[in-house]
């Protein structure tokens, strides 16, 4: 997975958002908290293209997470491994 950068000069408030596909969703989903894996589920999120789930956090939104084709995208738009 690539980290997205640039979007703002001040990251002090900013939420992660994480594009994944559907072959690189299970490690991920895995590796995450207990929280966020039952978040997903309630919301049926299994990255499907173009699908989106919001991350819950202790004290509200943790970050969101978008569902890629990547096979739909030019190849200088998809992540290195992706091309």
Same mark, same amino acid.
């Given at each position: 997975?690539?980290?997205i950068?640039?979007?703002?000069t001040?990251? *002090? #408030?900013? $939420? %992660?958002?994480?594009?994944?596909?559907?072959?690189?969703?299970?490690?991920?989903?895995? @590796?995450?908290?207990? &929280?966020t894996?039952?978040?997903?589920?309630?919301?049926?999120?299994t990255?499907g293209?173009?699908? *989106? #789930?919001? $991350? %819950?956090?202790?004290?509200?939104?943790?970050?969101?997470?978008?569902?890629?084709?990547? @096979?739909?995208?030019? &190849?200088?738009?998809?992540?290195?491994?992706?091309?």
């Amino acid at each position: 997975m690539s980290e997205i950068t640039g979007f703002t000069t001040d990251a *002090t #408030a900013a $939420l %992660p958002l994480y594009v994944l596909d559907r072959e690189q969703f299970a490690a991920w989903k895995d @590796g995450q908290p207990a &929280a966020t894996q039952a978040g997903l589920a309630a919301q049926g999120f299994t990255a499907g293209a173009f699908s *989106t #789930a919001l $991350l %819950p956090g202790a004290d509200g939104l943790a970050g969101a997470v978008i569902g890629a084709a990547w @096979g739909s995208w030019p &190849a200088n738009c998809r992540p290195p491994n992706r091309r």
